[in-house]
Structure formats: C-alpha cells, structure tokens
C-alpha cells in the first residue's frame, strides 16, 4: 500500500510558476514510479509527466515539455512538478500517482498506477 498526499496548487496569472509536491509513504514505495496526472472540468484525465522509482527516467506530455519539470527526492520520499510558464489551459486538478510500468510506453498510461492521491487545484488566469 502506498500513501500520497499532494500539495503546493493554487491560483497564479498566466506566465507565472508553481511547484507542486507528493509526499509518499508506505512499504517499498521509493521502488515505485511516480506520475502526475490532471484534469480539468469536462475531460478526462490526461498524462503530465513522470519518473521512474530511481529518478533516472522521465516522461513528459508534449503539451507540457520544455515547461516543467519532474524529478523526485528519495530521501525526503517526496515528487516534486516544477511548472513554469503557465498556461491557462493548464488549469486543473492535479493528480500523484504511483505505479509499476513495465515498458516506457506505460509510464503515461493512467491505468498503469496502483495507488493515487486526492489531488491539489491549479488555477491559471489568463
């Protein structure tokens, strides 16, 4: 069983930068991938980005490359989503999940994660 608890969301005007993190918990979850997930009123929910358990690889969605960042702290057991350059279409509920893809390809498959979080708002104004 692994626990997360995401935090760090909030409102900024479009350009600004937020920092979300994932605090995890539970046996063995420093082992586990980490991925972020959103969705905003109306869609389903759609891949962020992602890390592998040792940091060493990581994935992004097209809509969000060269913005932000994931990376991951194992001694701390915490994800971190650096966003920069916000967009207003980036607004929406933003989801840590934790899960053991096999291949790369699974890294942005949202049915890939065992264990998720309840989520933190983000809000863009435009």
């Known amino acids: 069983q692994v626990h997360l608890v995401e935090s760090g969301g909030g409102l900024v005007q479009a350009g600004g930068s937020l920092r979300l993190s994932c605090a995890f918990s539970?046996?063995?979850?420093?082992?586990?991938?980490m991925g972020w997930f959103r969705q905003a009123p109306g869609k389903e929910r759609e891949f962020v980005a992602a890390?592998?358990?040792?940091?060493?690889?990581?994935y992004y969605a097209d809509s969000v490359k060269g913005r932000f960042t994931i990376s991951r702290d194992n001694a701390k057991n915490t994800v971190f989503l650096q966003m920069n350059d916000l967009k207003p279409e980036d607004t929406a509920v933003h989801y840590c999940?934790?899960?053991?893809?096999?291949?790369?390809?699974?890294?942005?498959?949202?049915?890939?994660?065992?264990?998720w979080g309840q989520g933190t708002q983000v809000t863009v104004s435009s």
């Open positions: 890390v592998s358990g040792s940091g060493g690889s990581t």
């Open positions: 539970g046996r063995n979850s420093i082992t586990y991938a």
């Open positions: 999940a934790a899960g053991l893809p096999r291949t790369a390809r699974l890294y942005s498959a949202s049915g890939t994660y065992d264990y």
